[in-house]
């Protein structure tokens, strides 16, 4: 497994190419904008774009989905249905319509990414479908965990009280997990169990 990182669109989200190298495939983890930037990249993987996953629905995550897909058009795009608003002109905003079929996933599914088995949890709080990835010991957390801090919950269908309960479970996962955020720099769980304020309250203060 081979993870790739960079920076896209204009509040500098973290979009994750997970590759498994053998197998010569990658998965595109929330392409929030510059598409041409990601395509360059997945090429230098030398891998196979096989799936777009995407830890929520906020435009700046999925910015460059519909673009990409236009290169790569048999690829499908994961997203939890409660991230998807139809005929809603302010969610629309927020929460972009994206071309095409999009497939759900939600608590439990899992999807292949070559001899990798990414595993979903449903965390929400910084939105209603908020999710988070894992691939054995890496945790994919889009807008929910973060380097000493967490998402805003003050957006559509963000909620303090589930973003707490979503925290109270990663933070109660077992071993000293990879943590990758959706924006600022990665991090590892016993570095957030120990040190994350937030993390902290959700766990009921426990380090």
């Known amino acids: ?54 830890t929520h629905g906020h435009y700046d995550h999925t910015g460059a989905v519909d673009e990409l897909r236009t290169h790569w058009p048999e690829i499908p795009v994961y997203l939890n249905h409660r991230d998807r608003y139809e005929g809603d002109a302010y969610a629309l905003q927020l929460f972009p319509r994206l071309a095409g079929e999009v497939r759900d996933y939600d608590e439990g599914d899992t999807l292949a990414v070559g001899n990798l088995t990414v595993t979903v949890l ?31 919950t003050d957006f559509l269908g963000g909620s303090m009280n589930k973003m707490m309960a979503s925290l109270a479970r990663l933070g109660a996962l077992a071993g000293d997990l990879k943590v990758y955020p959706g924006h600022m720099e ?17 766990m009921g203060g426990k380090g």
């Open 1 to 54: 497994m081979q993870i790739h990182s960079l920076q896209v669109g204009p509040i500098g989200t973290n979009c994750y190419l997970l590759c498994d190298e053998d197998a010569g495939v990658c998965a595109v983890i929330d392409p929030g904008g510059e598409a041409g930037q990601i395509r360059v990249a997945v090429e230098n993987t030398g891998c196979k774009p096989c799936g777009i996953f995407l």
């Open 122 to 152: 449903a965390t929400p709080g910084h939105s209603e479908g908020s999710v988070t990835l894992r691939c054995g010991d890496v945790l994919f957390c889009g807008d929910t965990l973060f380097a000493g801090s967490c998402g805003r």
């Open 186 to 202: 990665p991090s590892s769980l016993d570095r957030e169990r120990q040190w994350n304020p937030y993390l902290l309250q959700a």
